[in-house]
């Protein structure tokens, strides 16, 4: 059964910082990756999709990677702004299966709650 | 356009009332989902719809049923819930159920009385 954990579990930092978060998977068999930003109480928000082919993929101040042979994923953030406040979520895709039986199944992490400070 | 439209966006119903929750999708995508989410948790998938056919039933209980009308429309239709059935519902879509980018709505809100 795939297992995805997220550390931190919490984050505070001022305004302007770089910062990583972190995604790991027990099972490699993974078709893609994908990042999200929740905010409180509303629907997730996909900020990056990375295939099980792909090393990284950026979008804007947004970098992910992918390790797949290490089941780990990194989130960096640059140049933090109190409007990246959210809880950012991962979640892995496993790859098709014979049975079809968790074929397009998300598998999510618990989160990172981010809080950026002026 | 990347908008999946849930309505309502909160839900108020008692334990006998019967109520239904809609999701609609523009972008031509054939795979949708419903998910659950309680607080501070994150989602759990409920059910997948593939080309308008279920394709994935989490072991949801039968006062859940999802129904999908056409390609751009799903419904999850309440009755008989529990307080404990209180979350936010997610609705996404992607554009298979081959593990493609799933967008997500913003959820209804539900609250059970």
């Known amino acids: 059964k795939q297992e995805v954990t997220q550390i931190p579990a919490a984050l505070s930092v001022p305004e302007g910082e770089n910062l990583v978060l972190n995604c790991s998977f027990t099972d490699s068999a993974i078709y893609n990756l994908q990042w999200f930003r929740q905010d409180p109480g509303k629907g997730l928000t996909s900020l990056l999709l990375?295939?099980?082919?792909?090393r990284e993929q950026t979008s804007g101040r947004l970098n992910a990677s992918l390790d797949k042979s290490s089941g780990r994923s990194t989130l960096y953030i640059a140049a933090s702004q109190p409007g990246d406040s959210a809880t950012y979520l991962c979640a892995v895709s496993p790859r098709p299966n014979a049975g079809g039986t968790s074929y397009g199944k998300l598998t999510f992490g618990q989160g990172t709650i981010l809080t950026v400070h002026p | 356009d990347t908008e999946v439209t849930q309505t309502p966006k909160h839900l108020v119903m008692g334990m006998t009332n019967k109520k239904s929750l809609k999701c609609e999708q523009h972008?031509?995508?054939?795979?949708m989902y419903w998910y659950k989410q309680k607080a501070k948790k994150p989602p759990e998938l409920m059910f997948v719809y593939s080309y308008e056919k279920l394709s994935i039933n989490e072991s949801v209980p039968s006062r859940f049923s999802p129904e999908c009308p056409n390609s751009s429309l799903l419904n999850l239709h309440l009755h008989a819930l529990q307080p404990e059935d209180s979350a936010l519902y997610l609705c996404?879509?992607?554009?298979?159920?081959?593990?493609?980018?799933?967008?997500f709505g913003q959820g209804t809100r539900l609250t059970v009385v």
């Open positions: 996404a879509s992607s554009q298979d159920q081959g593990g493609t980018e799933a967008f």
């Open positions: 990375i295939q099980s082919s792909q």
């Open positions: 972008m031509g995508h054939r795979a």
